[in-house]
């Protein structure tokens, strides 16, 4: 499961590199496949110029996007994506949107996006309207095209 949060929750004293590497240290992954897993998701984002940068060095738009490579970097089943482009200008939050859609029809990965803004919601495969907790609306914009996520996920799609 890869995670997006609105206030990045990047490692201040990690590089972008780092970052985005620590979740595949976390699962033991070989070095050297690390190694060419990050480069690739660096340049995917296109941020490989940053990769020896700390994260204040950065601007939010660069930040959210190593989250995004952080939160795809081991292939998940699912990300959920809190508020993604809570920080960004409409033109980058559109940028932010388009990485997330294509990293997750490259990997099979479902993405699970909250978000005030209807534009970037009337972008997605599927929209569910919630109000005070309740469903209010489901709008299906295409069927869901990522089987094995229902049967991954406990309590289903």
Not at 56 to 80: G, K, Y
Not at 96 to 112: D, N, P, Y
Request: aromatic share 8%; glycine share 4%; charged share 25%.
């Amino acid at each position: 499961m890869g995670f997006i949060f609105p206030d990045f929750n990047l490692v201040s004293a990690y590089t972008v590199f780092e970052n985005i590497e620590f979740p595949l240290i976390l699962n033991n992954v070989p070095k050297m496949e690390r190694l060419g897993r990050v480069v690739e998701m660096l340049n995917k984002l296109e941020i490989s110029r940053f990769s020896h940068l700390k994260p204040e060095q950065l601007s939010a738009e660069v930040r959210q996007r190593v989250t995004v490579a952080r939160a795809f970097i081991n292939q998940p089943v699912a990300v959920i994506a809190d508020e993604p482009t809570a920080y960004q200008e409409y033109d980058e939050a559109i940028g932010i949107l388009e990485h997330i859609k294509r990293l997750g029809q490259e990997l099979s990965t479902a993405v699970l996006m909250t978000t005030y803004n209807a534009d970037l919601a009337a972008q997605c495969d599927r929209t569910i309207h919630l109000q005070d907790g309740f469903v209010v609306e489901h709008v299906p914009l295409a069927l869901l095209k990522r089987r094995k996520v229902a049967e991954a996920l406990p309590w289903g799609i």
